[in-house]
């Protein structure tokens, strides 16, 4: 499964962006698809947003109120909206999504990171 991240860019603090990923390749099932991004002031990957199958969210509680995650399968997308951004947001974006394939083997793919930068 191959996942390919874009969108990411140089905004001020208050802007919105979008970022979005293609997912494409050998899928039967998706469990969950997710948002992790890793900070430049401590070099973690940490959970952003996810969406389960079922379509049920979850976010951390920074980005509460701010972002929304969405998939839309019928395109293989997942999107993240970004809305009030803050410096804090900074960092590089990976897209993660957990499933089974057509072999019924489960997967866990990660795209390749698109970094969004937010100036005070």
């Known amino acids: 499964v191959q996942l390919q991240a874009s969108g990411g860019g140089l905004v001020q603090a208050g802007e919105s962006l979008r970022v979005s990923c293609t997912v494409s390749?050998?899928?039967?099932?998706?469990?969950?698809e997710g948002w992790y991004r890793r900070s430049p002031d401590n070099g973690r990957r940490e959970l952003v947003a996810?969406?389960?199958?079922?379509?049920?969210?979850n976010y951390v509680d920074s980005v509460k109120g701010r972002f929304t995650i969405s998939s839309d399968n019928a395109k293989n997308m997942i999107y993240l909206q970004m809305n009030d951004l803050k410096p804090e947001d900074t960092g590089v974006y990976f897209c993660?999504?957990?499933?089974?394939?057509?072999?019924?083997?489960?997967?866990?793919?990660w795209g390749q990171g698109t970094k969004v930068t937010v100036s005070s």
């Open positions: 993660n999504v957990r499933g089974l394939n057509q072999q019924d083997q489960f997967f866990d793919s």
């Open positions: 390749g050998n899928i039967f099932s998706l469990v969950d």
């Open positions: 996810e969406i389960t199958s079922g379509g049920s969210t």
